[in-house]
């Protein structure tokens, strides 16, 4: 069944645009909940005028992502946290985190764009990947050092490991995700 999309619905389309999706999908999800209409002509010229806007605002927005991802690329963020002798957290680092950090430093970062398989667990320096969108992406250094310990001291052991013991539980991975 052809709609006319009235909102922009990630991976089926733009406002605006009319898609063939499902009978089921559009009878019992998009036309009830006015994120998509039948598509006649009055219903095409009405929506025209709104697309045009909406598509000048996802430019402006695609390119103030742009920006940040250039101006995000490379940084660091610095995290002090809870560790025992070993450098394994008592808690841990997660993205809420790092994109605090990075927006205390000037990033314009959401917590939503920085992807974590899993929470830092461990002291050190570990590689994270921030994604604004499908095709823009940026890489941080994130740097956990453990409470009243010196950022300098953990970079130079650069394995994100805060002693040579914990070398065996796989903590000199860049990336501990």
Known sequence: MKVLLCEDIERLGWLGDVVEVANGYARNYLLPHGLA????????????????????????????????????????????????????????????????????????????????????????THSVGLKFADDLTATVSVVVVAEGEDIASVKSGEGGEADPSASDEGGDQSQDE
Do not use: C, W, Y
Not at 81 to 101: H, P, R, T, Y
């Open 37 to 124: 209409i039948i598509p006649t002509e009055g219903n095409l010229r009405s929506l025209a005028e709104e697309k045009a806007k909406r598509s000048e605002q996802r430019l402006a927005e695609r390119k103030r992502m742009e920006k940040a991802v250039a101006a995000v690329d490379g940084a660091e963020a610095v995290l002090a946290a809870k560790a025992n002798e070993q450098g394994v957290l008592f808690g841990s680092v997660g993205a809420k985190d790092i994109a605090g950090n990075l927006r205390e430093q000037g990033f314009v970062v959401a917590d939503s764009v920085v992807v974590l398989d899993e929470h830092i667990k461990q002291v050190g």
